[in-house]
C-alpha cells in the first residue's frame, strides 16, 4: 500500500466509496466523476503505478474476465466502453493503476472524451 495513494486509501477502507464488487486481487467502485451513466473503476488491491509496470499476468487475465461479468451485472447487455489511462500525457490522473468500465446510453463514437 502507498499511505499518499488516494485509490489504496479508498481500498483500505479509510475513505469511503461505493464499492459494487471485490475479492482477493481488486475492488471495483463507482467513480465519483462519471463519464457515461454508469462508471466503475476496477482497481487492484496491489499498488501498480501504470500499466506500464503491470507485470502480473494473472492479475491481468483476472481483471479482463471480469470486466464482462461485471457489465453483464449492471444491465449493459448492449456493450461497453473499456478506458486504460497510462501517464500523465495519457489521461492519467491517480497513480493507481485502474480500468474504466463505462456503459449505459449511447457512449458515441471515437471522439468521446474521458
Do not use: W
Amino acid at each position: 500500500m502507498n499511505t499518499d495513494c488516494l485509490f489504496c486509501k479508498i481500498i483500505a477502507g479509510k475513505l469511503p466509496s461505493e464499492q459494487v464488487y471485490s475479492d482477493e486481487k481488486v475492488v471495483v467502485f463507482k467513480d465519483i466523476n462519471p463519464k457515461a451513466p454508469i462508471h466503475l473503476l476496477i482497481v487492484p488491491r496491489t499498488h501498480i503505478i501504470s500499466l506500464n509496470e503491470l507485470d502480473d499476468d494473472d492479475l491481468t487475465v483476472h481483471m479482463m474476465q471480469l470486466l464482462p461479468k461485471l457489465a453483464k451485472d449492471q444491465g449493459l447487455n448492449g456493450g461497453f466502453r473499456t478506458v486504460i489511462n497510462t501517464g500523465p500525457a495519457g489521461g492519467q490522473i491517480v497513480f493507481h493503476f485502474h480500468i474504466h468500465l463505462l456503459g449505459g446510453g449511447n457512449l458515441g463514437g471515437a471522439g468521446f472524451a474521458m
